[in-house]
């Protein structure tokens, strides 16, 4: 039962009610820092120098520039309603090609607006203003002239203008008296009249120092705040370290306080410019400016970093969600250890996840045991993030669905993985025994989900090159690599091994229909090429080496990237071969073939130490130079990026670029890979092309003896989001503020709103329906509200004029409670929160007036969305589970989590794989008689599904019933239960005989006796090994020296390690050792060598005759004995059976019976199939499940369904007693199904109501 | 009687012979239950009220001002003065309708003598100006 207000509850009897309904509309997180929406989204021409304002009526007026549009330039002018619901825009056009500068705005003592902005044209700055009314209307005449001109050749910044507490005006702009730089204020009774400028009282700074940015705050208590950003050093490097600055007056500027530093930032890394303030109360200022940044870092001392160290081997960025995935594996000396893949958010530059050995889901300790995760190697795309590893085996991340795929070329079999992937190595024709290959390049095209492999063979007489593709759709188990390239003994072995261990590239343009394959030529005086083919084809198209084209790089190209019929790469400096004049970048025209080379203009010097290269835009690269840094070319301009040219740029100023990098077009952003083993810094970078980041940032300043200023943090997402300009209203803080997207400026706004209340939407004459439902068969609870609101148009998601048009959107948190109106004081109910379903729809049609339906739903039911993978193994009850899956997968705050203890608790053991967090819980909450539901507040709170439950709420008439049935819908003629369950111990079963294992390998004639281990594959376990000795080693040599023995010992259980029994046995294989044989042979050899010819007649040795050559006799037979030994190698093939051991849990059931109903139906016992519950390990635990079942089978076919007014009490899984109409006995009832309906009638009409429907179980 | 939409502020140069009066209806239902009755109340508003103007004749001028109103289709603030004392509230409002038909004068905008007859003018009542 729902705990009311005393009131309310007492109101909750009456026959007499004054009901309400409130939805209030509000974010699931802080507002701040905000994402922002665009103005404009369709408009590509730059809108920058925001100003807003709210208006005395209530309206937010804001202004800006807009241009270039063809060389012209407009001032935007935008106001809302009084209640600030839409946008109305007004444009000023600028005089024909003059250039629009700064706006600012203020709202003039009559109300009306005055506009003061910047134009320049011909060498000369204007400074104008105009006066118009609040809705954009030019007065009557109208009201516009010059205040000031000057030289744009001269130093200026602002303006600014401000309505002062004497309803005069104040405009401050920034401008030079010699070398002095001031701030010069101008006052005027009429904004058409300026009194002459008068240089504020700045006499505590440095005169020559820039003062810049000038902004207004006129407190409630009239005193005037003027804020700027000074320059207080400047680098070697013409960097400038800012901060900023204000100065208070309480005259308007006559005189002036000291001016105040209101930031501390110390050095060039990280600065403070353009301020802008707001008073939201009377002693809180929000202050907000640009923090302007060198760079963004990341290494594995970052929150999040899973990896135990971070450089950067290969990333790539997931333009359309802007995310980066970084892997990170060991790039000094050593085998190449993979360490993590992270996934950093590009907006907030934070890490979201991370994977490694680790995690869940976990890459295989292989690749950190074995091989080389290379750098520059394994190209990611999408959500496809590819680990390779050189031995032949790539570990796919697939981040949407949080799973990793092996594809194995190979048997790891010692990691568990087996070859899965279907391929055929190509090899030479007399050289098909040496079939291995090295995984060498991958490239992933996420668009036609196909993972590209290059494997390469380097081995002198039979080299190769292999590419093909895998579909990473393909279900497996196993999976087809389709060939695209092949090539045997074409290429050379220095090449290929150029084209491996993180040397070369590959590059699969599946637009240009090309694979591009550059192989470096790395040492002594090996050459490099480029071979260009056609990805449908497979066909070699280009073949780019210094013997066929004296001008391509002796040494090849080490990374490059296609643009657009170039090929634009990086390569080694080669002073040799008539090369020495080759510098730089190589760019290649494959339409001509005519290669040419851009020397970087930063340096004089013949090795840049360019490496590698990621295409900006269209001609436009940007390259890594080493401990030269970062290199932006565009065909005609090289401009460096360094810790010298930007100060700050990288940590310890340890400029160190040889690892990735990537261009980030939606943010004109560089992110690299900086450092290596032993630098002072391994990790990442984002930087600006433009030099520098520029985030605005907010302090909060709160007056206490004194203005005391909170930490900064950032106030919007973007890191080129910048110039906010702030006002407020009784609603909240807005912002504007200018997003820079590649080249483009356009405005973005936000506004910091706690709550929206909609209630005045609400349609009358259309219900507000809030329902709730248990459904005791599954222990699911779900609740819904479905209502509709007026101004259709304003909450249309795709109008960007409308102010409000995200309160309705998908996704949005609602607060919704009914009330009563009791005296003219408005009582509450706890809330109840929900989540909108979907965007609202409405249909534009002439004539009908646009109303939005709305459908939100609880907010649990997200939870059916939510995948898990693998929970943690529980041993623990059923509340601290729910609660654990519930922060661990829903991040719900524990503190939002309040279960209870359940009357039936007890531990229970589990471990959930691949099942939706819903199901979990309601698989949980069922096995204990229990629901889980989002409660009042949006606390989860569990709720007991009992028939014997005791009465919440007793009504003792019926005076407030409209309509009472009894039904029994839901119900069957099920007169049985069955639950069953396995008990927790295991028992082992020995199975039928079969093959475990197989065994083949050849002895020499001097392999002698040898052991073999035989694992059984896939971990299984295997007793009674048989040996069967399909092909036998026994050779004839083996056989003429004695013969072979071959046996099998099954000695396993020898192993202190337990978990090792019978997954091995062993094969003794005793062939004779020849080589005593082997050496009596060979020594016979020289032996004979003196054992001269006999020269025998009739019988005896005589002085001439046939001679008898006895010496080589014996030398003939030693060298057969040799033979003999050295042929008598024998192969082996063995097969291995052995009994499968299966370890199995006992299966118990209970069953439970409705005996009067079998009575009742003849004695015919209708079952319901068995039930199996795994929470449940004995049949006690069945029996009490089983008993549940019948409960809630006979609950269903006793229901009662009533209407009656809305009793705010009342809530799901309460038991309530009401009275029979006809017979006026007491009927309980278990409640299941609440809908409240708040009908407000139109004026006019009388059909409202405030009623609640209910169902649920009678007794 | 005045309209105005924030620019422009018109003062009636003829009030009208007849009007909606101005008063908050109630909201209200009634339901039998199986032994008595509820009755539901949202209380009284005049928020969503069209209030009815009329003229057995405008001046031609008066007409043209509050035509520029009605095509305009802006929310306007409505003071209902009908007598010397000044209202004590004043209502947000759109002009739902004005007709009316020619009288004297034609189609004459400027003519003194020229009118409208029959005019009527619905006002929606959206808020009070508080």
Known sequence: MITLDAILATAQDSQTRKPLCRILSKENAASIPFDGAFLNNSSAINEQHPTAVVHSTGRLFVAFMVGPSAGNYTIRYGYTDTDQTYYTYVDFALSAARVGGEVTVCEMADGNVGLIWTETYAGTRTIKYRTITVTGTDLDPAVTGTILTNNTTDFFAGPTVAKLADDSYLMIYGAMDGANYNLYYRTSADFVTWAAAVAVDLSTLTATKRKANPALLVLATGDVWLLFDYLEATGPNAEELTNIYYVPSSDNMATNAAAVALTAYTDYAEVAEHPAAVQTAAGTIYLAFNRVMASLHMDQSTTGWSGASSPISNMHIDVAAQKLYVVSSAMGAGNKTFYSIEKIDLATWTIDKAWSTATVPAFSSYFVDSGNTWWDSYHGDGVYVPVGNSNGIIAVLNTQSDTITNYAFYDFAAYGISKNVTWTPITRAGWEHITGMTLSKVWIDAATNRMYVALTRSYIYNTALQIGYIDLTAAGPSYTFTNVVTESGTISEAELYGFSSGNGFMEVNASADLIIVGMEGVASTWVGGLRIYSLSAGGLWKCYKTSTNPTFPYRGLKRAVYDNGLIVGTFTYEPLYGQADYRGLCTIDTASDVITYDRPSWATVDNYQLKNISLAETGEYVITAGTYGVTHFNGATWTLYNSTTVTGLVPSSADNFANPILYNSTTDMVIAGSGAGGSAFNGLLMFSLDGYIKQSTYSIGTYGTGWTWSATAPLVEGFTDYDAALCIDSGGLYAFWVNKAAAELSIKWDKDVLSVNLSAYLLRGVPVERSSTIDPTTGTWDAELTFSCSHGHLFDTSNNLSLIRQYLAKGRKLEQSFGENIGGVEYWEPAQIFTISDDPELDYRRGDYPVVRVAAETPRRRWEQIHIIASEYYNNTPEVIIADLLTTHANIDADDISLGTWANSATIEYQFVDVYLADAIDMIALHFGYAIRDGANGTIEAVKITDAGTATRTYTDNTKLFKATPRNKYSNFTNRWIVECEENTFIELLMQEELAAELNASHRWNTGKKTYRVQYPDGKVYRNPRLEVVDSVESLGFKLAGGCDEKLEDNSHNEVDQSLWDTYCEVEVDSPDLTPYMIAGLAMLPATAIIGDHVVVGGFVASAGWTRPVGTLITSLGIMVCLNVLAATGNFYYRIHGQPVVKVRRTVQAVVDDLDLQTQMGGQIVPASPYTDVFCSSMADCQAVANYLKMVGMGERKRWEAEMVADLHNETGDTITVVHPHSNQTITVFLTDIKTTFLMPKIGDDDGIFSQTFEGWRR | ?130
């Open chain 2, 1 to 130: 009687m005045n309209l105005t939409d924030g620019v422009t502020s018109y003062d009636f140069t003829l009030l009208p012979h007849k009007m909606t009066m101005l008063r908050a209806k109630k909201t209200c239902a009634v339901k039998q239950t199986y032994t008595s009755v509820a009755y539901f109340s949202w209380g009284t508003s005049l928020v969503g009220e069209t209030i009815v103007l009329s003229w057995n004749a405008m001046p031609a001028a008066m007409w043209k001002q509050l035509d520029a109103f009605y095509a305009a289709d802006k929310a306007l603030v409505w003071d209902p003065t009908l007598t010397e004392i000044p209202a004590t509230t004043k209502y947000n409002v759109i002009m739902t309708e004005l007709e009316g038909e020619y009288l004297l004068g034609g189609y004459d905008e400027a003519l003194a003598t020229s009118y409208r007859g029959d005019a009527i003018m619905a006002l929606l009542i959206t808020g009070v100006v508080t």
